[in-house]
C-alpha cells in the first residue's frame, strides 16, 4: 500500500523559499505509470493544484505560481521535493503531496497527511 | 483554464435524507471528473472517478453522473459519517482544477 509523508519546515518567513519533501514509500517516483503532484488549502478554503513532476524529471506547473514553483524527484531516496519561492503570507496553507496515475482518466488515489506551512516573520 | 464550479456551497441535511450535490464546468470536460470527499484535518478522500466509476471500498449510497459540463454526485441515503466537505475536481487538462467545495452538514 502507497504511503506518502510531507516533511520541512513549518515555518517560512516573507520572502524566503518554502521548501517541502514527500517521501513515497510502497511505491517508486520513477514509476512512468504516475505523476507526483503537490496541493495546497489554505485555512477554511478550497484545494489548489501546484504542479506535478514524473518519468522522473518531467514536470507541469499551474501558471499561478509557475515563476516561483520547481518540483523535483530524488529518485535514490524515492522523494519528490516542491520549493517556491519569494513567499507570502498567501502562502499559508496545508499542503498535502499526492499521486495520481497517468492519463487523462486519473485521479488522486493516495495522499499525504498534509503539513501546515505559515509564512510571518 | 478550466474552472469548475459547485452548487449548493453549503448544504443542511439529516440522516437518511437524499442529497444531491452540482459540478459545472467552463468548457466541456467528457467525462474526466473525479469527487473527494474531506473531512477535518485529513486528506480528500477519492469517492468516484471518471464521473460515475465507485472507487473500490466506497459504499454504494454514493454515485455520480454527467458529462461536458454538468456533473451531479448523489448520496442516497445520509449516513453520519457523511458529514463532510465534498469537491469536484477535473482532469481533463492541466492546470488540475477543483471546485470551491460543498460542505454538507447535520441539520
Known amino acids: 500500500q502507497v504511503q506518502l509523508q510531507e516533511s520541512g519546515p513549518r515555518l517560512v518567513k516573507p520572502s524566503q523559499t518554502l521548501s517541502l519533501t514527500c517521501t513515497v514509500s510502497g511505491a517508486s517516483v520513477t514509476d512512468d505509470h504516475y505523476y507526483w503532484s503537490w496541493i495546497r488549502q489554505p485555512a477554511g478554503k478550497g484545494l489548489e493544484w501546484i504542479g506535478r513532476?514524473?518519468?522522473?524529471?518531467?514536470?507541469t506547473y499551474n501558471p499561478s505560481l509557475k515563476s516561483r514553483v520547481l518540483i523535483s524527484a530524488d529518485t535514490s531516496k524515492n522523494q519528490f521535493s516542491l520549493q517556491l519561492t519569494s513567499a507570502t503570507a498567501a502562502d499559508t496553507a496545508v499542503y498535502y503531496c499526492a499521486r495520481a496515475s497517468l492519463g487523462f482518466r486519473n485521479w488522486f488515489d493516495s495522499w499525504g497527511q498534509g503539513t501546515l506551512v505559515t509564512v510571518s516573520s | 483554464d478550466i474552472q469548475m464550479t459547485q452548487s449548493p456551497s453549503s448544504l443542511s441535511a439529516s440522516v437518511g435524507d437524499r442529497v444531491t450535490i452540482t459540478c459545472r464546468a467552463s468548457?466541456?470536460?467528457?467525462?474526466?471528473l473525479n469527487w473527494y470527499q474531506q473531512k477535518p484535518g485529513i486528506a480528500p478522500k477519492v469517492l468516484i472517478s471518471?464521473?460515475?466509476s465507485l472507487q473500490s471500498g466506497v459504499p454504494s449510497r454514493f454515485s455520480g453522473s454527467g458529462s461536458g459540463t454538468d456533473f451531479t454526485l448523489t448520496i442516497s441515503s445520509l449516513q453520519l459519517e457523511d458529514f463532510a466537505t465534498y469537491y469536484c475536481?477535473?482532469?481533463?487538462?492541466?492546470?488540475?482544477?477543483f471546485g470551491q467545495g460543498t460542505k454538507l452538514e447535520i441539520k
Open positions: 475536481q477535473q482532469s481533463y487538462s492541466t492546470p488540475y482544477s
Open positions: 471518471a464521473a460515475s
Open positions: 513532476v514524473y518519468a522522473p524529471a518531467r514536470t
Open positions: 468548457q466541456s470536460i467528457s467525462d474526466y
